[in-house]
């Protein structure tokens, strides 16, 4: 959980957001989810779809940037704890990969459930530099993504059958990049392809990738 003396730069579970703060961040992602572009959105369009005041706003964050990065970063935390804890239930490294995978097919909607980690993966250069730079100061969020990928990654070490002599930085680099493959082909939305056959592809790539 990260927080300042603005209650506005926090994110986590909802119950430890202030009310106002929890609307304008699902305001955010309920834009992001119709489709609307970060590069013209106004903070005024947020506070609209919130239904609370535009100063409201002014007085959890600092800028339009702040608050679309801040509930990214948001449901980033909150797409984290989800798939921990279905992946958690799982004993092998190919059932947790499966798992993580399953989670994103199950939430994920074209334009919907997963768009901010689309925009981390797949549209980073999309997104105004303002915004980047916010995101990158939110490392709590990133880094958390990484800590659980080492995680998965030790799990399949341990069963021997990912290499334990790779250096961490690519273990986890690899098998997030698979991970962002499959919400890329979700987001493509080819019907023509089986989403089993996909997961199985790719868990078998990433054990080929790391063994």
């Given at each position: 959980?990260?927080?300042?003396?603005?209650?506005?730069?926090?994110?986590?579970?909802?119950?430890?957001?202030?009310?106002?703060?929890?609307?304008?961040?699902?305001?955010?992602?309920?834009?992001?989810?119709?489709?609307?572009?970060?590069?013209?959105?106004?903070?005024?369009?947020?506070?609209?779809?919130?239904?609370?005041?535009?100063?409201?706003?002014?007085?959890?964050?600092?800028?339009?940037?702040?608050?679309?990065?801040?509930?990214?970063?948001?449901?980033?935390?909150?797409?984290?704890?989800?798939?921990?804890?279905?992946?958690?239930?799982?004993?092998?490294?190919t059932e947790k990969l499966m798992c993580v995978l399953d989670w994103m097919e199950e939430n994920y909607k074209a334009h919907q459930g997963c768009v901010p980690l689309v925009y981390v993966f797949r549209?980073?250069?999309?997104?105004?530099?303002?915004?980047?730079?916010?995101?990158?100061?939110?490392?709590?969020?990133?880094?958390?993504?990484?800590?659980?990928?080492?995680?998965?990654?030790?799990?399949?070490?341990?069963?021997?059958?990912?290499?334990?002599?790779?250096?961490?930085?690519?273990?986890?680099?690899?098998?997030?990049?698979?991970?962002?493959?499959?919400?890329?082909?979700?987001?493509?939305?080819?019907?023509?392809?089986?989403?089993?056959?996909?997961?199985?592809?790719?868990?078998?790539?990433?054990?080929?990738?790391?063994?």
């Amino acid at each position: 959980m990260k927080q300042d003396k603005k209650s506005g730069k926090m994110w986590g579970c909802s119950e430890e957001l202030p009310p106002k703060v929890k609307q304008i961040y699902e305001a955010v992602l309920s834009l992001l989810e119709e489709g609307a572009d970060v590069n013209v959105l106004k903070v005024s369009d947020i506070t609209v779809r919130a239904g609370i005041g535009k100063g409201t706003a002014y007085e959890y964050f600092d800028n339009k940037e702040e608050i679309i990065a801040q509930a990214i970063l948001y449901h980033m935390e909150a797409t984290i704890s989800g798939i921990r804890k279905t992946s958690d239930e799982k004993s092998t490294f190919t059932e947790k990969l499966m798992c993580v995978l399953d989670w994103m097919e199950e939430n994920y909607k074209a334009h919907q459930g997963c768009v901010p980690l689309v925009y981390v993966f797949r549209r980073w250069g999309e997104l105004p530099s303002g915004i980047r730079e916010e995101l990158a100061a939110g490392k709590d969020g990133i880094c958390r993504i990484r800590e659980d990928a080492l995680r998965l990654a030790q799990c399949g070490m341990e069963e021997g059958v990912l290499r334990k002599d790779l250096p961490e930085s690519l273990v986890t680099s690899v098998l997030l990049a698979n991970i962002a493959a499959y919400v890329i082909f979700l987001g493509s939305d080819d019907r023509n392809v089986d989403k089993q056959f996909v997961k199985e592809f790719l868990c078998g790539k990433t054990v080929k990738d790391l063994s």
